[in-house]
């Protein structure tokens, strides 16, 4: 491979992906479980899935905004580094004259 900084940023894309969607099924399996959701197998696996990512917004943010907003924070910024890696890996792709999209 001739480009392995094009293969990282597409893995990298990748991994922000998944976590993104592993935030929304989390907040999706919350709304349908109810009060239950604490006792779902499923949604503990999401908490453990998603905590890395909760952490990273629990550092990020100030001690003002509540546990129960992280979430949705933690959405917005993995949306927003998803969308600066797609910037990236086109100019990437201009600099080097490649046709990725």
Same mark, same amino acid.
């Given at each position: 491979?001739?480009? =392995?900084?094009?293969? %990282?940023?597409? #893995?990298?894309?990748?991994?922000?992906? #998944?976590?993104?969607?592993?935030?929304?099924?989390? !907040?999706?399996? !919350? /709304?349908?479980? !109810?009060?239950?959701?604490?006792?779902?197998?499923?949604?503990?696996?999401?908490? %453990?899935?998603? !905590? =890395? #990512?909760?952490?990273? &917004?629990?550092?990020?943010?100030?001690?003002? %905004?509540?546990?129960?907003?992280? =979430?949705?924070? &933690?959405?917005? #910024?993995?949306?927003?580094?998803? %969308?600066?890696?797609?910037? /990236?890996?086109? *100019?990437?792709?201009?600099?080097?004259? *490649?046709?990725?999209?």
């Amino acid at each position: 491979m001739n480009h =392995p900084e094009l293969l %990282i940023l597409g #893995v990298l894309r990748a991994l922000v992906e #998944v976590a993104g969607l592993f935030l929304l099924g989390q !907040g999706l399996l !919350g /709304l349908l479980a !109810g009060r239950g959701r604490d006792n779902n197998t499923m949604y503990k696996l999401f908490l %453990i899935i998603t !905590g =890395p #990512v909760l952490r990273m &917004a629990r550092m990020l943010t100030p001690r003002l %905004i509540i546990d129960k907003h992280l =979430p949705y924070i &933690a959405f917005a #910024v993995l949306f927003w580094i998803w %969308i600066a890696l797609a910037w /990236l890996k086109k *100019l990437y792709c201009e600099t080097n004259l *490649l046709q990725c999209f």
